[in-house]
């Protein structure tokens, strides 16, 4: 798959997404093959679980996570158009949200419940329930191949402008749209560097403690 092909170029195993989630405690590491791998998974699930096709729209309306990274990675590898929709009514062919915020797409023919599991559990895995026709994300993703033969575009031919400098290290706290994800992991990706993305709430002593410990480049 072409999408982070200049990354394998570059180095496969080197961490290209780091995320934290201080409400767990949570810190998970993705290279640019674990990437390519998810990527791949969610890309063929989304053509061959959810028929969908080259211009069709995901909607994603999930916390700041690496799950949420992915499935983003996963659309632009399928040719899928990506719309954040924060409970907003959507007309996407499918919606990729969490339990909580089930209630906002219920009414919608193709749902998709992510859990906020670190390792990628589903909803009944992780002990929740899963509403009545709505698919569960985790074990769903999992069943499909972690490589994707379809033609794809490498990711700096999506992403074509970037403030980041190339090879940077940067860290961020979280997008609210697709704008913020954007800026925060597709550009520091696109441009052979890396993000440290943390989500929940810290203090600036934290920051800072996390900005040293990951090496900080860059900060947005």
């Known amino acids: 798959m072409e999408l982070l092909s200049h990354l394998f170029a570059l180095d496969p195993a080197t961490p290209r997404l780091t995320v934290y989630n201080e409400t767990t405690g949570a810190?998970?590491?993705?290279?640019?093959?674990?990437?390519?791998?998810?990527?791949?998974?969610?890309?063929?699930?989304?053509?061959?679980?959810?028929?969908?096709?080259?211009?069709?729209?995901?909607?994603?309306?999930?916390?700041?996570?690496?799950?949420?990274?992915?499935?983003?990675?996963g659309a632009l590898a399928a040719g899928v158009e990506v719309e954040f929709t924060n409970g907003i009514t959507t007309e996407a062919d499918a919606v990729f949200t969490s339990l909580d915020r089930y209630k906002s797409y219920e009414e919608h023919s193709d749902v998709l419940l992510v859990s906020e599991d670190p390792f990628g559990r589903g909803i009944v895995e992780s002990g929740g329930d899963l509403p009545q026709g709505a698919i569960d994300f985790g074990p769903t993703v999992r069943f499909y191949g972690d490589q994707f033969f379809n033609p794809t575009r490498a990711l700096p031919e999506i992403v074509t402008s970037s403030a980041i400098p190339a090879g940077a290290r940067i860290l961020a706290t979280g997008w609210s749209d697709f704008e913020g994800f954007k800026q925060q992991v597709l550009e520091p990706l696109s441009v052979g560097g890396s993000a440290v993305i943390v989500a929940g709430l810290t203090d600036q002593e934290r920051l800072e403690h996390i900005a040293a410990n990951e090496k900080v480049t860059h900060r947005i």
Do not use: C, H, Y
Request: charged letters at 20%.
């Open 27 to 73: 810190r998970l590491d993705f290279s640019a093959i674990t990437l390519d791998n998810w990527a791949s998974k969610v890309g063929n699930m989304l053509l061959d679980e959810l028929d969908l096709e080259e211009g069709s729209t995901i909607a994603v309306d999930l916390p700041v996570s690496w799950q949420a990274s992915v499935i983003v990675l």
